[in-house]
């Protein structure tokens, strides 16, 4: 899985549009929505599928596991909101539980009419920019962005709050998976290096990633083990200890937790 540090400076939003593509499980501190401005395609966050068409729009979470697993046709508006865009609404917009997930905008109404304007304007702006669009495009960012939270978003749930602040806390340890799961990471290190003890780091963490440090260092191991399996031709007990396990018995047991089957019958699987 992948890990997006969060946006800041001039790119405090990212905007891109183009034929949908094949992009691996990640996750990123911003707000991002995804709208399908023709054609088709498929989205997967937190493990729940969508198959988005003409008009759909998808909301994800800030720091929830998403992807997007196949190619798609027609096109594809990606729009992400940070801290440095939203100032003081990131906050509710990262702390606010969605009542769902898919919005088909097609389908009319004042809110959904005036938002589907909004975003294909904003693509036409994007894709045409010049010197001062800059200004409207922001704008438009703004208008969308409150159009969310009037209209798009439950009440806060106190467990489910992902503030700026408890985002940042943890930011750093998940870099340290992605960046040295192949060698022994020591949870105590971990809290030290965050700032906090460790029952602290613990409860954080799980409000914010969803899971807790082992098993998202370990999924994270497992998925760089899959590329070994099915890319290279190295034993399962190197493969094992080159992804941070302390043995081939330990790695075979979390790979089964997480794929539901061995390293062995994945490889032959990919041949």
């Known amino acids: 899985?992948?890990?997006?540090?969060?946006l800041a400076g001039k790119d405090a939003f990212f905007l891109s549009a183009g034929v949908?593509?094949?992009?691996?499980?990640?996750?990123?501190?911003?707000?991002?929505?995804?709208?399908?401005?023709?054609?088709?395609y498929t989205v997967s966050v937190e493990k729940e599928v969508f198959s988005l068409?003409?008009?759909?729009?998808?909301?994800?979470?800030?720091?929830?596991?998403?992807?997007?697993?196949?190619?798609?046709?027609?096109?594809?508006?990606?729009?992400?909101?940070?801290p440095g865009f939203l100032g003081e609404y990131f906050r509710p917009m990262s702390s606010l539980t969605f009542s769902r997930r898919i919005f088909h905008l097609s389908e009319g109404g004042e809110v959904f009419s005036a938002l589907d304007g909004l975003l294909r304007e904003t693509c036409a702006l994007?894709?045409?920019?010049?010197?001062?669009?800059?200004?409207?495009?922001?704008?438009?960012?703004?208008?969308?962005?409150?159009?969310?939270?009037?209209?798009?978003?439950?009440?806060?749930?106190?467990?489910a709050s992902r503030s700026l602040r408890d985002v940042a806390r943890v930011e750093r340890a998940l870099e340290m998976i992605y960046e040295h799961y192949a060698t022994p990471l020591d949870l105590d290190c971990v809290c030290s290096a965050c700032g906090f003890s460790k029952s602290s780091f613990c409860r954080i963490f799980r409000k914010v990633t969803g899971s807790t440090f082992?098993?998202?260092?370990?999924?994270?191991?497992?998925?760089?083990?899959?590329?070994?399996?099915?890319?290279?031709s190295l034993p399962v007990s190197e493969i094992a200890v080159a992804v941070g396990f302390a043995d081939a018995k330990s790695f075979c047991r979390a790979f089964r937790a997480h794929t539901g089957t061995s390293p062995g019958a994945y490889r032959a699987q990919g041949k």
């Not at 996750?27 to 991002?32: A, D, I, Q, V, Y």
């Not at 082992?214 to 290279?232: P, Q, T």
Request: hydrophobic share 40%.
């Open 1 to 6: 899985m992948l890990y997006q540090p969060l």
């Open 20 to 40: 949908p593509a094949k992009f691996e499980i990640h996750r990123h501190p911003e707000m991002e929505l995804s709208f399908c401005l023709s054609g088709s």
């Open 53 to 82: 068409r003409a008009g759909d729009l998808v909301l994800i979470s800030p720091m929830a596991a998403h992807e997007y697993p196949d190619e798609g046709c027609g096109r594809k508006l990606t729009v992400e909101l940070g």
């Open 126 to 159: 994007w894709e045409s920019r010049s010197e001062f669009s800059g200004l409207a495009l922001r704008g438009n960012l703004y208008r969308i962005s409150a159009l969310i939270l009037q209209h798009f978003l439950t009440e806060p749930e106190a467990t």
């Open 214 to 232: 082992h098993a998202l260092l370990n999924r994270h191991r497992v998925e760089i083990a899959c590329l070994h399996l099915r890319e290279g």
